[in-house]
């Protein structure tokens, strides 16, 4: 059932039947909550993405700066490098925190030259297929991206594959061979790799403290590159993903907590690919929610005729249930976190998103998180009341600040609970 949370006033219409189109914002494609068996949105976008040229070869030589690994078959999934007919430094084409300020096309370029190698290999038991893993375990952790030489089953070609999670990425071929050239890994990850008895969870955080890109350890994360010896395993891409945002997240969390709260409302932006990011800090104890708007012709609301809105919030307690809102809510957690313990400071975070009609694809989760850091290293506007943000806010959004509060717990909590200082 959709969350109470899910607003449609008047949808009708369209390609998609009215209750099919109140689902979409909630399972952004993942979760087949229409019981079908592709979500026909996507497959919509995928006629419409313009179609790169098939590489005219079934072999390629580059500078590899990523891998992946799937989900579908699980635990068999396919594996393979990420891999452009380039040679040189392509670290850029599998690091989004430098995608701040590139547009929709910029990243569609970008990403449609990598080709991906596809390798079924068993998660459980990558034993099995050990050189591959180890040469993809290697790319996960190099410093930098690996000339490498793949061979492929035939010429690889197809769509660009679109995921809410994950970023894109280019055409496919099942992988022959591949070889990597000379390497040097990244001295962190390859500390962590090597040590058997470092827990996952202790890998994650200390890479990460060690000033290590997020991007690096969830692409070493993915390879089962973490970990007590025996419970090493590969990760499907879009799970490492949030579980790095999540793991690290979660710890940063609890640390603020412990910390003092700001003494006015705070009020960060961001507009990127035609995202409205407002980041909302309230003086009063820790609490969190992301709440996204998804405009008509919008890739999650492409049939509707008003605006879809879909939130998701945790109180002091944490949360014990995965956010249905996605990947996003622990990316967007992730970046508020550790701006408030860089300030050494507590707050009630507010996170609201107007996805407008130029947001015609999705590009992964990499796009809060890095939008939310991008608004919190910014100035911000300061306020001596909730209400007097709320009018500031009100100046920047379409959206009435009524509407936002409908469909927001916590901006409920604070505008209408009252509490013992209120008396």
Known sequence: MPSPALFNEKASGGFLGERERSLCVECKGTKMLCAKTRCPLLVKYYAAVRQKRSIDSTSIFGSAPGVFVGRYGYPAVSVGP???????????????????????????????????????????????????VTDLQLLSMADKPIDTSAEFLRKPSGRIELDDEVQPFGPSAPLK???????????????????????????????????????RIQRAFSMGAFGAKKTRRLVPTRQSITAVDSIIGETLVEEVKRLPLINEYRVFESWQLDNRFIVLMAPEPWSYELVEAWYPDTI?????????????????????????????????RLATSEYLLKEKRQAKVVILREAHSGYIMPVGVWNV??????????????????????????????IPIKRWTLNSFVLKDSRFQKRLTDF
């Not at 300020?101 to 910029?106: E, F, N, R, S, W």
């Not at 509707?304 to 967007?332: F, N, P, Q, W």
């Open 300 to 332: 999650w609301n492409p049939a509707g005729r008003d605006i879809m809105v879909i939130s998701d919030h945790e109180l002091s307690g944490g949360r014990t249930t995965y956010a249905k809102i996605g990947g996003c809510y622990y990316a967007a």
């Open 369 to 398: 998180r890095e939008n939310v850091r991008n608004a919190l290293r910014g100035a911000y506007n300061s306020f001596n009341s909730l209400e007097a943000a709320l009018t500031h806010i009100q100046g920047r959004f379409d």
């Open 82 to 132: 990420l891999l452009p007919p380039i040679v040189g430094d392509t670290a850029e084409l599998d690091t989004p925190e430098m995608w701040i300020g590139k547009t929709i096309d910029d990243i569609v370029g970008m990403r449609s030259a990598l080709v991906r190698g596809l390798s079924t290999v068993n998660v459980k038991k990558p034993e099995k297929s050990e050189k591959l």
């Open 177 to 215: 061979k591949m070889e990597v050239g000379n390497f040097r890994l990244d001295d962190r990850i390859e500390k962590a790799f090597y040590d058997k008895d470092l827990m996952a969870r202790d890998a994650v955080l200390g890479l990460y403290h060690d000033s290590t890109l997020v991007t």
